[in-house]
């Protein structure tokens, strides 16, 4: 048996490959960006020709990095964007760019399509999807209407997961439970695509990637081509990974009834595990197979999160990148420090998050981004500020709704960017009055693609035995002194969203 695992995160605004022993530790790892299209006010798209050869040579620069010996490398798993919609032709190949899952394209015309022919509370109950415009339902139903000539060549609707495993060399289209359910199309109570959902848009299930239940399940083998692109050798098993999130979550350990996983990131999210498949009294929490686990997750997110603070840095932060630059830092760093010389509350200013959309506990596609409480005495570290309360302001109603739900959160796993932070994670803690855990690793979306094919090669027994590579490293306990203070800026949040709710939004 060799020493090796290699993880892949097709994320949203770029690409990560991590190596990983067999013990779970980060032998190394390689980044890169690539691009999103933005071709009208809310829509957001990806090209097939930007985002494979980053995949590719993130995988072959990883592995130079680490020097391993690549033949000590014995499976690989994909960890892919949710919500994103490919349609391809009878070769396999795009027939237009990939709509992306920040697309707001299918808000009103694509949710009128559907609640036009079924009722809000089916769609829910079947799907456990809140309906709403982020899940590909409603994009879908716009491309019918819309791009009727390219809906009619399509020959397989798939997801990230199905079409890059094709692409690395899987034999036939395959997806798992988590990626699947993001469609909005999939009855999870039975773990199959949904005849009736599927027969209201007009599309056969033939046209749809097998749904794998089983963790890690080899679906296919690295050939030569794809070897000489990645650098992993001939014959590397490809095993079923799962929708990011959910990878986040294996790779953070949450396999078992109440464990609750933030996922601060491109996409944020709170996920609690559930053994039950529960609804949302209100509907708003997203309800959706654990992958492989054989239980559920109970969820909420938002479209923008930590991808929120990237805005920031890319839109106000040009001193900051050139500074960064010249002392070989990252920016980030500049803007965190100075963010701790603000006060709790940002000096009255208030960021609402809402770059695309409002999903979570709001459910608003109309929601927009907005600072307010600004005056002439408004310095940026304030407005930077507000903008990392304001992301954890909006998770904390995520939080706030799932306790109203009747789920039962003791601690938090934080995952993704923001782990990285020790005034994000205490602020967190602070705000959602709960400890927050680091892991040993933040790169969970690349470890949880790793431990599925641990799973499904046989490197582990089961799933609860690849998890156990997950270890808490450090906890960030809430600071009661300073409850009330993120209280108080949090009423203003609110305040903030229901004064413009139904005027500007």
């Known amino acids: 048996m060799g020493k090796y695992l290699v993880g ?3 994320g949203t605004t770029g690409c990560k490959t991590c190596i990983f022993d067999l ?11 690539y691009p999103c299209y933005y071709p009208h006010p809310g829509w957001v798209e990806q090209t097939a020709e930007d985002l494979l050869p980053d995949l590719f040579d993130s995988i072959k620069t990883a592995i130079y990095k680490s020097k391993i010996n690549p033949n000590e490398i014995v499976g690989f798993g994909f960890s892919s964007q949710g919500s994103v919609i490919g349609l391809l032709d009878e ?4 027939l237009r760019p990939f709509v992306g899952w920040q697309d707001m394209r299918g808000n009103p015309e694509g949710l009128d399509f559907w609640l036009d ?6 769609i829910y109950r079947v799907t456990g999807d809140p309906f709403g415009a982020t899940f590909s339902s409603s994009k879908l139903a716009w491309l019918k209407l819309h791009e009727p000539e390219i809906w009619e060549k399509t ?4 997801t990230h997961q199905d079409f890059f495993l094709k692409k690395f060399g899987a034999e036939g289209y395959f997806t798992d439970f988590s990626s699947a359910s993001r469609e909005g199309m999939m009855d999870i109570d039975n773990n199959c695509w949904s005849k009736k959902m599927h027969d209201i848009l007009g599309i056969p299930i033939e046209k749809r990637a097998v749904i794998v239940a089983e963790p890690g399940k080899i679906v296919g083998r690295i050939g030569r081509e794809v070897s000489d692109k990645t650098g992993l050798p001939v014959g590397t098993p490809i095993s079923i990974g799962a929708h990011d999130q959910n990878c986040s979550t294996f790779g953070a350990g949450a396999v078992s009834d109440g464990t609750a996983v933030l996922v601060m990131g491109t996409f944020g999210s709170c996920f609690v595990v559930s053994d039950k498949s529960i609804r949302d009294p209100k509907g708003r ?6 992958h492989g686990c054989g239980n559920y997750t109970i969820e909420g997110f938002s479209n923008t999160a930590a991808s929120s603070y990237r805005w920031y840095r890319d839109t106000l932060s040009d001193l900051e ?6 002392k070989h830092v990252d920016p980030y760093d500049l803007m965190n420090e100075q963010i701790k010389k603000v006060p709790i509350g940002a000096n009255g200013v208030v960021f609402l998050p809402y770059l695309q959309g409002a999903a979570g506990a709001k459910l608003n596609a109309n929601a927009r981004g907005t600072f307010t409480g600004m005056t002439l005495g408004t310095a940026k570290s304030d407005m930077a500020r507000a903008v990392m309360e304001g992301i954890c302001y909006e998770m904390n109603d995520i939080i706030q709704a799932e306790l109203a739900a009747g789920i039962k959160i003791s601690g938090i796993r ?5 782990a990285k932070s020790p005034i994000w994670c205490q602020m967190m803690a602070d705000i959602y009055k709960q400890p927050i855990h680091i892991l040993q690793t933040s790169e969970t979306g690349c470890l949880g693609a790793a431990l599925y094919a641990g799973v499904g090669i046989g490197v582990y027994k089961n799933v609860r035995e690849a998890a156990s590579t997950a270890r808490i490293e450090k906890t960030y306990e809430p600071n009661e002194s300073n409850f009330d203070a993120y209280d108080e800026a949090y009423v203003r949040f609110v305040a903030a969203y229901d004064a413009l709710d139904g005027r500007f939004f």
């Open 8 to 10: 892949l995160d097709g």
């Open 23 to 33: 013990e779970g530790n980060l032998i190394d790892s390689d980044y890169r960006e």
């Open 91 to 94: 070769k396999g190949d795009t």
């Open 117 to 122: 022919r079924i009722p809000r509370e089916e």
């Open 155 to 158: 020959a397989i609707f798939s």
């Open 285 to 290: 929490l997203v309800v959706k197979g654990n």
């Open 321 to 326: 990148k050139l500074q960064a630059k010249e």
């Open 414 to 418: 934080l995952t993704g960017g923001a």
